[in-house]
């Protein structure tokens, strides 16, 4: 028996995601063509033995959120169950909290993902390496040029048995270019290392805050737990961690920018895992060229060309002559007749006027390093915004014979001219 943990995290985080996130919580976000953790659920979903797939987050369990999981339950016939933690407890402090629930029916093992990534998953394979050797923590792990590997976690591995000797979080100086992906297979004893830094931490003193006069209380942080410096670092070289290599794809979702290459890279799978979801130019219809999702409600222009790497929400409409390149059109959303967006995600229920152009500058990883890696930089440099992704807030309305360039433009707004590097409050 086995179960699955998906920290989603919570309405603090992702401010690298907004406009983005305003409407929506970032797990739910589309991301070639359906909820960014629906990638994940279809992944645990097929590993054998597969008995439960639990979500740990302090999101507020909203309309959006429910419908999801209903329709999770249904599609995978699994129970898929949202923990919603009492306050932000870290990537460790909720499966402490929820220890009790992950454990329930004895599972051998459980998988424990980050919300944030975009991968293919290698699940099976990781199983199959923890069955052959048994040990507590399991990594996946990935290279990375020397620059980008200082972004993540940095793993140090005996080459032979692939035990991780020394680990650290985004390091300083070069450690090593084998990163952490944030993708874990845990054995039930894992737990016990997680309850001991509880315990520290209720022991030291500034987590200590007295709620009155006799009666000494507990700090909320002592709840919190950081899987990657309180307990990767410390028991590493201790024969506890050890790393799955992939050199499958991978990369971090962070900001609106790597949703966008996540979008690509999971249509590029779509050849493989899910042919149907992928449209097929056929006479009569729109003009597809490379990966395209397009959803069944959406209204799309016979003489429309779309591609490569789109995906089309639901009801969306697509007028005569649009011209679509790597870009995210979010359901409701309007794209009049001869409008042109490249590199851009066009929010819920926006407009876009008759021979418009909304365009962006991809931020892409260096095609000629296989090892580089999606950089999701600060927005801006010296006070002023870098060229980027174009982002369309929800229900944007962009006129006719407007030009739109690198530019983030919040929800709700009405433009009357072109922008080029802005961001339009």
């Known amino acids: 028996m086995l179960k699955a943990v998906i920290l989603i995290g919570g309405p603090q985080k992702g401010t690298r995601f907004r406009p983005l996130s305003f409407e929506v919580p970032k797990p739910l976000f589309p991301v070639a063509g359906v909820p960014m953790i629906q990638h994940h659920i279809e992944a645990c979903a097929q590993v054998p033995g597969m008995q439960e797939i639990l979500l740990i987050g302090f999101y507020q369990p909203d309309e959006p959120l429910t419908q999801f999981l209903e329709a999770a339950q249904q599609e995978f016939n699994l129970p898929v169950r949202y923990l919603q933690e009492f306050a932000p407890l870290g990537t460790g402090g909720g499966l402490y909290h929820f220890r009790d629930q992950i454990l329930a029916g004895s599972p051998e093992a459980f998988f424990v993902l980050n919300a944030d990534v975009c991968s293919d998953f290698p699940l099976s394979a990781m199983l199959e390496a923890h069955r052959h050797q048994r040990h507590p923590f399991l990594l996946l792990g990935t290279t990375a040029n020397r620059t980008q590997s200082l972004n993540y976690g940095c793993i140090v591995e005996?080459?032979?048995?692939?035990?991780?000797?020394?680990?650290?979080e985004k390091p300083s100086t070069f450690i090593s270019d084998i990163i952490n992906c944030g993708i874990y297979l845990f054995s039930p004893e894992a737990l016990k290392p997680l309850r001991d830094v509880f315990q520290r931490n209720q022991q030291d003193g500034q987590f200590c805050l007295a709620l009155g006069e006799d009666s000494p209380g507990l700090w909320p942080g002592a709840g919190t737990i950081r899987l990657e410096q309180d307990v990767f670092s410390a028991l590493a070289g201790q024969g506890?961690?050890?790393?799955?290599?992939?050199?499958?794809?991978?990369?971090?979702?962070?900001?609106?920018?790597?949703?966008?290459?996540?979008?690509?890279?999971?249509?590029?799978?779509?050849?493989?895992?899910?042919?149907?979801?992928?449209?097929?130019?056929?006479?009569?219809?729109?003009?597809?060229r490379g990966n395209v999702y397009i959803h069944p409600t959406a209204k799309v222009a016979p003489s429309a060309v779309l591609g490569p790497n789109v995906s089309i929400g639901k009801g969306v409409t697509v007028g005569e002559g649009v011209r679509l390149r790597e870009s995210i059109v979010l359901h409701g959303a309007t794209l009049q007749e001869h409008t042109c967006v490249l590199h851009s995600i066009v929010g819920w229920g926006s407009t876009v006027g008759r021979w418009a152009r909304v365009e962006g500058t991809p931020n892409d990883p260096n095609?000629?390093?296989?090892?580089?890696?999606?950089?999701?930089?600060?927005?801006?440099?010296d006070g002023k915004l870098l060229p980027a992704i174009t982002i369309l807030g929800c229900r944007v309305r962009i006129p006719a014979e407007v030009l739109i360039l690198n530019s983030i433009v919040l929800p709700h707004k009405e433009l009357s001219r072109s922008f080029t590097n802005q961001i339009i409050l």
């Open 240 to 288: 506890q961690i050890y790393v799955h290599l992939t050199d499958g794809i991978w990369s971090q979702i962070k900001s609106a920018g790597s949703a966008l290459y996540a979008s690509r890279l999971y249509l590029s799978r779509y050849q493989d895992t899910h042919p149907e979801r992928l449209a097929k130019h056929t006479p009569g219809s729109p003009r597809i």
């Open 367 to 381: 095609p000629n390093d296989p090892r580089a890696r999606m950089d999701s930089e600060s927005l801006f440099k």
């Open 158 to 168: 005996n080459p032979q048995t692939h035990e991780v000797l020394h680990y650290v």
